[in-house]
């Protein structure tokens, strides 16, 4: 069986900048992957790859075994949840869902579950996006990326803006995807929630991976016990 | 091409919605109305919109247009991150604005035509909405490459404004340097080679030559009306418009495929 998701050798250059240089990673089904690093170290270019929205020079990546290229079809495994949700100001929330299911096809298992867990009732779905809140759209984001049961999720700085209920209901909906089977890539800056989350870390830097490994192995490189702690030593070496 | 359609939807949907466009038709409305009430009737309101078409349009559809296209970048991407691919989002975003700017212009105009014009305005009222949707998809185009190859708005916005500067006031200038310059030669076939290459004069001169003022062009007029009367001449007009259509969107196309989001 093939891997959610294989990373081979990745490089990426913008101008004189190197966004990736050679990047190797594996997600595997079932468990939750943080990439971490600091601004700048090519987070968002990788995810960016993943999604076809960066096209790499070099390298590899495929989604359960479909090679990431021109075709779009891979995507269909992938649910996507952006650090900042924007959707058009005119259609409603409902309408918004509609067009990206129209776009996904298929059946939306989760739709009612996940609208009742992050607290988007009828009435709010029903109005222009541009009347709601930054943490609303947040939510619609969450269920655009969780609804379609994908096998493969990325969720890029997911908690940002969202209240802490929100957020913790949020955490605990990715927690029962990964235990149902799908891989989840996650980005955060909050050491906290990477600890909560996540199986294994990427510590990424200036495009390289400089760490690779679970949270136990984090932790036995580096001496620290906390999260926060042990990635702030290993950017101290890394300096 | 399925999913262009589902994106197209849903960008009428979305615009016919807008203040902006809905603003639009009824700033047409009003002023075609107002000019059937109080501006003389007859070919002389559509010689006087012509004048409003020409300038309108094509900034309107130009600004508007990058505008759109670089406020709906993440919304494009997310998009991009669905099992969509980019030739038909980007068709679909395309005819998702050009389609709604052309309806709020041929409506705003149709409606007061209809009920103030007579049986004689339909040939010239239905020139000048032709030209004019033609103007907002030829604009839309420019509009949309500029956001494509720009990733800062106010570069694309520049960029698209020069586009319309060049093309709306600065090109008239050039023709009147070109005759002044060469006026001791036979210009009219070169004057009307350059015509041809610009839009907003190629929707200008058929409207001219639909309200039969060519004739206040001078000898200029009569080669054109000579040129663009005969059904070659109207095929070199509407190919050239095409052209100005379809090339800005094959190049936008292109770096939109190409791009890195």
């Known amino acids: 069986m093939n891997a959610p998701l294989v990373v081979s050798g990745l490089r990426k250059q913008f101008g004189k900048l190197r966004a990736l240089e050679g990047i190797d990673m594996t997600l595997d089904a079932g468990q939750v992957t943080a990439v971490v690093g600091p601004n700048a170290a090519g987070k968002s270019t990788l995810i960016k790859c993943v999604l076809g929205l960066v096209r790499p020079d070099a390298g590899s990546i495929a989604v359960l075994g479909e090679a990431v290229g021109a075709d779009p079809h891979y995507r269909r495994f992938i649910g996507y949840m952006p650090q900042s949700a924007r959707f058009p100001d005119n259609l409603t929330g409902d309408e918004v869902l509609a067009l990206l299911g129209d776009l996904r096809g298929g059946e939306a298992p989760h739709d009612g579950t996940l609208r009742a867990s992050l607290g988007l009732t009828a009435e709010t779905l029903a109005r222009p996006v541009r009347t709601l809140s930054g943490g609303t759209r947040q939510k619609l984001s969450a269920i655009i990326a969780l609804r379609h049961d994908p096998q493969v999720l990325i969720l890029d700085e997911p908690t940002a803006g969202l209240d802490p209920l929100t957020s913790s209901h949020l955490k605990e909906l990715v927690r029962q995807r990964a235990a149902s089977g799908t891989a989840v890539l996650l980005t955060s800056h909050v050491m906290a929630e990477v600890e909560e989350l996540a199986d294994a870390l990427v510590y990424l830097v200036d495009g390289r991976v400089r760490f690779r490994g679970s949270l136990d192995e984090l932790r036995l490189k580096t001496g620290q016990r906390r999260v926060e702690h042990a990635v702030a030593q290993l950017m101290r070496e890394v300096a | 091409m399925k999913a262009a359609g589902k994106v197209l939807?849903?960008?009428?949907?979305?615009?016919?919605?807008?203040?902006?466009?809905?603003?639009?038709?009824?700033?047409?409305?009003?002023?075609?109305?107002?000019?059937?009430?109080?501006?003389?009737?007859?070919?002389?309101?559509?010689?006087?919109?012509?004048?409003?078409?020409?300038?309108?349009?094509?900034?309107?559809?130009?600004?508007?247009?990058?505008?759109?296209?670089?406020?709906?970048?993440?919304?494009?991407?997310?998009?991009?991150?669905?099992?969509?691919?980019?030739?038909?989002?980007?068709?679909?975003?395309?005819?998702?604005?050009?389609?709604?700017?052309?309806?709020?212009?041929?409506?705003?105009?149709?409606?007061?035509?209809?009920?103030?014009?007579?049986?004689?305005?339909?040939?010239?009222?239905?020139?000048?909405?032709?030209?004019?949707?033609?103007?907002?998809?030829?604009?839309?185009?420019?509009?949309?490459?500029?956001?494509?190859?720009?990733?800062?708005?106010?570069?694309?916005?520049?960029?698209?404004?020069?586009v319309w500067f060049c093309s709306a006031v600065l090109y008239d200038g050039l023709i009147l340097f070109v005759a002044m310059v060469f006026r001791d030669y036979p210009l009219e076939s070169a004057l009307l080679g350059l015509t041809v290459l610009n839009p907003v004069d190629l929707a200008r001169v058929l409207l001219l030559l639909t309200l039969d003022a060519a004739a206040l062009m001078g000898y200029t007029g009569a080669v054109f009306e000579r040129f663009f009367g005969t059904p070659l001449g109207i095929a070199a007009a509407g190919g050239a418009l095409l052209l100005w259509t379809v090339v800005p969107f094959l190049l936008g196309l292109r770096g939109f495929n190409r791009k890195d989001f």
């Open chain 2, 9 to 162: 939807g849903y960008g009428l949907s979305n615009l016919l919605r807008n203040w902006w466009v809905l603003g639009y038709g009824l700033l047409f409305f009003l002023l075609t109305d107002a000019l059937f009430r109080f501006g003389g009737g007859g070919p002389r309101v559509v010689a006087s919109l012509m004048n409003v078409v020409l300038i309108v349009i094509p900034l309107v559809s130009v600004v508007f247009g990058t505008l759109y296209f670089s406020n709906s970048r993440e919304f494009i991407e997310l998009l991009l991150a669905q099992p969509v691919g980019r030739p038909a989002l980007f068709t679909g975003l395309y005819f998702g604005l050009a389609l709604p700017l052309a309806a709020a212009f041929a409506l705003g105009v149709a409606i007061p035509a209809v009920g103030h014009g007579g049986a004689d305005l339909v040939r010239p009222v239905a020139t000048l909405i032709i030209a004019g949707a033609l103007l907002t998809f030829v604009f839309t185009s420019v509009a949309f490459l500029a956001g494509v190859h720009f990733e800062d708005r106010a570069k694309g916005l520049g960029f698209a404004l020069l």
